[in-house]
């Protein structure tokens, strides 16, 4: 009867292992990061400027948003498509 604990807990550590891994399995690689390319205009000594910026949008974020905050980073604003005509 003393060993029934001991088999118990054993039981159960090898069935929590085998869902861990069913788990891991399951869910499958990680995604590849997504990126956000942004064009923006901005005043440069008294020229215009283009602004390029590429950005990493990371799990949860916006892509518009995350673009847009990168061109203001810049000291730019966004390009509207009017204006790449």
Same mark, same amino acid.
């Given at each position: 009867?003393?060993?029934?604990?001991?088999?118990?807990?054993?039981?159960?550590?090898?069935?929590?292992?085998?869902?861990? $891994?069913?788990?891991? $399995?399951?869910?499958?690689?990680?995604?590849?990061?997504?990126?956000?390319?942004?064009?923006?205009?901005?005043?440069?000594?008294?020229? +215009?400027?283009?602004?390029?910026?590429?950005? $990493? $949008? +990371?799990?949860?974020?916006?892509?518009?948003?995350?673009?847009?905050?990168?061109?203001?980073?810049?000291?730019?604003?966004?390009?509207?498509?009017?204006?790449?005509?």
């Amino acid at each position: 009867m003393t060993k029934l604990p001991g088999l118990i807990v054993g039981a159960l550590l090898v069935s929590s292992g085998i869902a861990a $891994v069913g788990h891991a $399995v399951a869910a499958g690689p990680p995604s590849p990061p997504q990126l956000v390319a942004a064009y923006g205009s901005a005043v440069v000594d008294g020229e +215009r400027a283009v602004v390029h910026t590429v950005s $990493v $949008v +990371r799990p949860g974020e916006s892509p518009a948003a995350v673009a847009a905050a990168s061109i203001a980073a810049q000291g730019a604003r966004p390009i509207s498509k009017a204006e790449f005509t």
